[in-house]
C-alpha cells in the first residue's frame, strides 16, 4: 500500500496543509443515511481518518464515532485534537483492509482520494468485504475519489497545498515527477515534496508511493465481486441529485453503497 511516510508521519504539517471546512461533506452523509435508512444516523467509522477531520465533526454532533489510519502518528495527533475538542472518538492505527470494531457502524467513509493507495484487485475487493463485514444491515460506505477528467492515464495534473499557522509555512506538492499511470495496472510512482518553513528554516521532506488509477465501471465491477453492496449512486460532488458526469458542477467522484439486507 502507498503510505508517503515522510509526509504522513508529520501530521502536525499535513494539518496545516489539509485542515479546510468539511461540514457540507458531514451533513451529506447525514442525508444519505436518512434518506436509504429512514432514520437518523447513530455511528460512523473514518476509514484513512488522518488527523480526524470528519470523525471529530460527527463526535460532535452526537454520533458514536471510530477514526482509523495507517499511520500510529495520525492517529496520535487525531486523538489530541479530539481533546481539545472535548468530543470522545475512538481512534485505532490499522490497515484499512482487515480490521475490526467493537460492534458494527451505520456508516463507513473514506475521503479524499484515500483509497487509491490500494494497487491491486485483490486489495480493493478485502477492503470492500471487510467494509461489509462491519456495517449494520442497510448501512452506507461512502468513499471520495478524484474525477477521471482531473487525473487520468492521460495526465496525473499539478497539485499543490498549502497553510499557514503559528509563523510555520508549509506546502505540499503533489506528483513532482510528472507521474503516467501504467497502462496495464492503472499504478503510477508518484513522487512529493513536503517543504516547511519554521523559525527561519525551510526543511524539504521528499517522499514517493505507488496510487491505483480507477475508472467508476471498474469500482462497479469490483463492488460485485465483493458482494454484500449494491452501488446507490455515484455524486459529483456532496449534492444529493447530482450524479457524476462531465459538467463543470461535477467535481469530484463520489460512490455511495449500500449493504444488501
Known amino acids: ?146 474525477h477521471p477528467r482531473d487525473c487520468s492515464p492521460h495526465g496525473y495534473g499539478n497539485y499543490v497545498y498549502c497553510g499557514e499557522r503559528n509563523g510555520t509555512k508549509v506546502e505540499i506538492k503533489w506528483a513532482v515527477n510528472n507521474p503516467r499511470h501504467d497502462a496495464f495496472t492503472q499504478v503510477a510512482e508518484v513522487e512529493t515534496i513536503l517543504r516547511v518553513v519554521e523559525n527561519g528554516k525551510e526543511t524539504l521532506y521528499r517522499d514517493k508511493a505507488r496510487e491505483r488509477y480507477l475508472t467508476p465501471q471498474e469500482l462497479v465491477a469490483l463492488t460485485k465481486l465483493a458482494g454484500s453492496f449494491r452501488v446507490v449512486e455515484c455524486y459529483g460532488d456532496f449534492i444529493q441529485g447530482l450524479r457524476m458526469d462531465n459538467s463543470p458542477q461535477s467535481r469530484r467522484m463520489i460512490f455511495v453503497l449500500q449493504k444488501i439486507l
Open 1 to 146: 500500500m502507498a503510505e508517503f511516510n515522510e509526509v504522513y508521519a508529520r501530521a502536525g504539517y499535513y494539518d496545516i496543509a489539509f485542515n479546510r471546512d468539511i461540514s457540507r461533506e458531514v451533513e451529506f452523509v447525514f442525508g444519505e443515511y436518512k434518506r436509504l435508512n429512514n432514520r437518523p444516523l447513530q455511528s460512523l467509522l473514518e476509514i484513512a481518518c488522518g488527523p480526524g477531520y470528519h470523525a471529530r465533526a460527527f463526535a460532535k454532533q452526537g454520533v458514536e464515532t471510530f477514526g482509523l489510519d495507517l499511520r500510529p502518528e495520525m492517529i496520535d495527533f487525531a486523538r489530541d485534537k479530539a481533546k481539545e475538542d472535548g468530543v470522545d472518538v475512538h481512534w485505532m492505527a490499522a490497515d484499512m483492509r482487515a480490521f475490526s470494531l467493537p460492534h458494527p457502524v451505520d456508516a463507513i467513509i473514506t475521503m479524499y482520494d484515500s483509497l487509491d493507495c490500494l494497487a491491486d484487485n485483490d486489495d480493493i475487493v478485502a477492503h470492500f468485504r471487510a467494509v461489509a463485514s462491519w456495517l449494520t444491515p442497510g448501512g452506507i460506505y461512502l468513499f471520495e475519489l478524484t
